[in-house]
């Protein structure tokens, strides 16, 4: 069972950059679809960036442009590189993983992901 391991969140400044990583142990890496996700106080979690098991992403047009998101297959780590960071940033970070054919992004919905780790706080003070 996947289980993903969040860090590298923290504190920064408006235009500053942060680097997450996910550590994900216990799968086949070529089945599995990865996203990473944010969620703000009081609001819904929402999408950030899927990447398949070739590495090719999706972004939400939010974060399009500032946001790069990666794997290394080998480490069976996930990043996610954050720059230009803003307020609306703000939030827990999360990643998560789906079993899907051939490791495969469909959809950037919470609900389509089944492992979910903690989650790294993200907070961006202008």
């Known amino acids: 069972q996947v289980q993903p391991v969040e860090s590298g969140g923290g504190s920064v400044q408006a235009g500053g950059s942060l680097r997450l990583s996910c550590a994900a142990s216990g799968y086949t890496y070529s089945h599995y679809c990865f996203g990473w996700f944010r969620q703000a106080p009081g609001q819904e979690r929402e999408g950030v960036v899927s990447i398949d098991s070739d590495g090719v992403t999706i972004y939400a047009d939010s974060v399009a442009g500032r946001f790069t998101a990666s794997r290394d297959n080998a480490k069976n780590t996930l990043y996610l590189q954050l720059n230009s960071l803003k307020p609306e940033d703000n939030g827990m970070y999360y990643c998560?993983?789906?079993?899907?054919?051939?490791?495969?992004?469909?959809?950037?919905?919470?609900?389509?992901?089944?492992?979910w780790g903690q989650g790294t706080q993200v907070t961006v003070s202008s």
């Open positions: 998560a993983g789906a079993l899907t054919s051939r490791g495969s992004c469909y959809t950037l919905f919470p609900w389509d992901y089944n492992y």
